[in-house]
């Protein structure tokens, strides 16, 4: 077709590097070499579609209600033929056929359909028990089909099969949608496949009908699977992906068919989208949090698996928006298979625009992201304060109140991933247990309490009590309920003050009020080598010289270790993807005492390895830190009642700035009616509904707040405040 004609012409002339990849894989798979979920598969001629190779046995062939492929009695890990019988390939052999004309990736394609449908008769093996599996295979199939159909070796005989094990499989589908416990990315996937079959195969005698039901179905779950800040409901990025492609498969089809998408429908889509915007790390790639086991609806191109961005720059077309066309890189093969010759040409005439936001709350997601600047070489503050996931919460991890950092743009503290779901189980619990997270570990328990390896019985829940956002200063105070199911209830409560371009600052509190067993859990990237100095002070550093600094301060009596590929206890290790596990570094801080518990932790850029500030603890909730041009004193609100050094402050964060001479540059009050220092009164104010922020020029001549501000004398009695501080730490 002309468009076929058009495709080619763009592949030539823009994305040549990228049709020399297709073709060098398809011509793998035409030796037999496939490569999925980190294990090659070798095949002659005949594939063996129940193989496992993890246990290197077979599958059962029976009826496919009777196969154990869960616990003790399980053959292997059924994800990895599942993976083989999902015939992703198979679009990039009808991609490469269309890309070459050649006639054996066409055969090829034949090939393989004809010998599934062979060997897997109905209801019979394991490629019958899950309904998403067999709609990620009829997605491939419909596609692959679709790139190939013009050739000869596209028989009346296959065309036949082809077709009959289409209705089958999209029989068992509609038979078999997950409207229950897996209704999540499960329904979306099924959902998605019947649209396609629906919409595609018009001749066939259901289309309509599946159509118009799996469409109702999924124009209803996307105002149900993403919050409505764009977050994925499942909280995990990777399903986020997933399902985003089952969506814009159906949806853009759709819309070629001329059925309309009701706005609200698409409003959601483009939400979704702008959170992966807002949330990709410096150097584009998207964040991972939650499990991962590298799905997609369907393989379009050779990118990196978690690089997003080819959906960013669909949804720029499809959205008319200029900052995803920035976020993007490029025009993207998605682009080009998912609207076609046109959706290049829109995208080139789509003005660039660059995000708005450096910093948001993702209120109804529970994530806060803050960055320097969108360069790559930015620092970026990705904070985990939201549910643990959808329903049962499958594919969420108990990771409340982690963060992950990256420092000037190199990855630091990391999520360290999700390995494999049925392989082994200790480490399954390690992966999305809370010791596998940047966040504090109480008497080695989890979080949350699981149910099973794919949910969790008991739910921590979190609360975000302030928020403030001053530009360059980003603070937020949070906690979660998960350990008040202990004998002694325990809270953990943390605050996260992120500076631009300077530092972070993570004030952790354990509220409690007998003796328990504290682990603070910090997991750095595996490219980074890790070197702990003393007891409270870790540098990190990459082949590229970027460095960083870690060091942490309280009152009570800790110990630090590096713990590296431990399995004894499990810690120290990173999966990048499914099936791959490595060594990583993971700092441990242990501490066995008495509720309650405070800690500081101060991260930063560091410069050639040594470190830029000093932080000092004048008690558990006023930190002074120095840097090289100005120091800051950080004062927080205190649940316990601590003796704050005869300062009375009923706020929530104060924050001074000093410059180098000690003179205050900036003070920023929040939530605060009265700041006195020995019975003076240095600060009262009747509004405490809002933060407060004076810098040198305003001081003396504030008018926005009714009662007393800062005249000379509350000044100059702040400023004998700030030298006791001073004092007290020389």
Not at 404 to 418: C, N, R, S, V
Not at 421 to 432: E, K, L, T, V, W
Not at 628 to 634: K, L, T, Y
């Amino acid at each position: 077709s002309q468009d076929h004609k058009s495709i080619l012409n763009i592949y030539n002339e823009r994305f040549s590097e990228s049709k020399d990849t297709i073709l060098k894989k398809a011509d793998k798979y035409c030796n037999g070499e496939f490569y999925l979920l980190n294990n090659n598969y070798s095949f002659n001629e005949i594939i063996n579609w129940h193989y496992d190779p993890v246990s290197q046995r077979n599958w059962p062939q029976i009826f496919f209600q009777d196969i154990p492929y869960t616990g003790e009695d399980k053959t292997g890990d059924i994800k990895l033929p599942w993976e083989l019988s999902r015939h992703q390939y198979l679009v990039t052999l009808g991609q490469a056929y269309l890309l070459s004309n050649n006639e054996k990736y066409s055969k090829l394609v034949v090939s393989i359909i004809s010998s599934w449908i062979k060997e897997n008769p109905p209801y019979k093996g394991i490629h019958w028990i899950s309904a998403l599996e067999l709609g990620i295979r009829l997605i491939s199939w419909e596609w692959a089909f679709h790139l190939i159909r013009a050739s000869d070796e596209v028989s009346d005989e296959f065309i036949d099969s082809f077709y009959q094990y289409i209705v089958l499989q999209s029989e068992y589908i509609d038979n078999n949608l997950n409207l229950g416990r897996y209704s999540n990315n499960h329904l979306i996937g099924e959902a998605a496949a019947l649209a396609v079959t629906g919409l595609y195969f018009t001749e066939l005698k259901k289309s309509a009908r599946w159509a118009k039901k799996s469409l109702a179905i999924l124009e209803k779950e996307a105002l149900k699977q993403f919050r409505s800040d764009g977050g994925g409901a499942e909280q995990a990025s990777s399903y986020s992906r997933f399902i985003l492609e089952f969506f814009l498969l159906s949806f853009v089809l759709a819309k070629k068919k001329g059925v309309v998408v009701p706005k609200e429908v698409l409003n959601s889509i483009e939400k979704a989208l702008e959170f992966i915007m807002l949330t990709n790390i410096p150097d584009g790639m998207s964040i991972r949090y939650g499990d991962s086991d590298d799905a997609r609806a369907i393989f379009i191109g050779e990118n990196n698996y978690w690089d997003f961005r080819g959906m960013l720059a669909a949804g720029a077309v499809l959205f008319n928006r200029g900052d995803f066309k920035a976020a993007s890189s490029g025009p993207s093969e998605e682009l080009l298979w998912f609207l076609g010759p046109d959706g290049i040409k829109a995208f080139d005439a789509l003005e660039s625009k660059q995000p708005v936001s450096e910093d948001m709350l993702f209120e109804y997601s529970g994530y806060l992201t803050c960055r320097d600047s969108w360069a790559s070489d930015s620092n970026y503050l990705f904070f985990d304060c939201g549910p643990l996931g959808y329903k049962s919460g499958g594919h969420g991890h108990a990771d409340a109140l982690a963060f992950q950092l990256y420092l000037k743009g190199m990855p630091f503290l990391i999520d360290p991933g999700t390995f494999a779901y049925n392989q082994s189980q200790q480490f399954r619990n390690y992966f999305r247990g809370t010791s596998a997270h940047n966040t504090i570990v109480v008497d080695g328990k989890d979080q949350s309490e699981s149910g099973g390896r794919m949910a969790w019985a008991m739910q921590a829940n979190t609360q975000v009590h302030n928020y403030i956002n001053k530009g360059d200063l980003c603070f937020i105070d949070t906690s979660h309920d998960g350990y008040q199911r202990l004998l002694d209830s325990v809270v953990h409560r943390r605050r996260v003050l992120n500076m631009k371009n300077k530092y972070c600052l993570v004030h952790d509190i354990l509220i409690g009020e007998s003796k328990h067993k504290i682990e603070l859990k910090y997991h750095f990237h595996p490219n980074l080598l890790v070197d702990l100095k003393g007891n409270n002070q870790v540098v990190a550093r990459n082949a590229n010289g970027v460095s960083g600094c870690l060091e942490f301060c309280t009152k009570h009596a800790i110990s630090a270790n590096i713990y590296s590929g431990s399995k004894n206890p499990y810690s120290g290790w990173y999966s990048e993807s499914y099936g791959n596990v490595t060594p990583s570094s993971t700092l441990n801080v242990y501490s066995e005492t008495q509720m309650p518990f405070e800690i500081s932790t101060l991260i930063y850029p560091a410069m050639n390895g040594t470190g830029m500030f000093d932080i000092r603890m004048i008690n558990d909730y006023i930190l002074l830190i120095k840097g090289p041009e100005n120091s800051d004193i950080v004062i927080l609100q205190n649940p316990c009642d601590h003796d704050l050094s005869g300062l009375e402050f009923d706020g929530e964060f104060l924050y001074i700035s000093l410059d180098n001479s000690n003179r205050i540059l900036r003070i920023i009050l929040d939530h605060c009616r009265k700041l006195n220092w020995k019975g003076q009164v240095i600060f009262e104010s009747g509004d405490t509904s809002k933060s407060m922020q004076f810098d040198s020029s305003m001081l003396n001549k504030n008018s926005d707040v009714e009662s007393k501000c800062f005249d000379q004398e509350s000044y100059d009695l702040l400023n004998e405040f700030v030298s006791t501080l001073h004092d007290s730490v020389k």
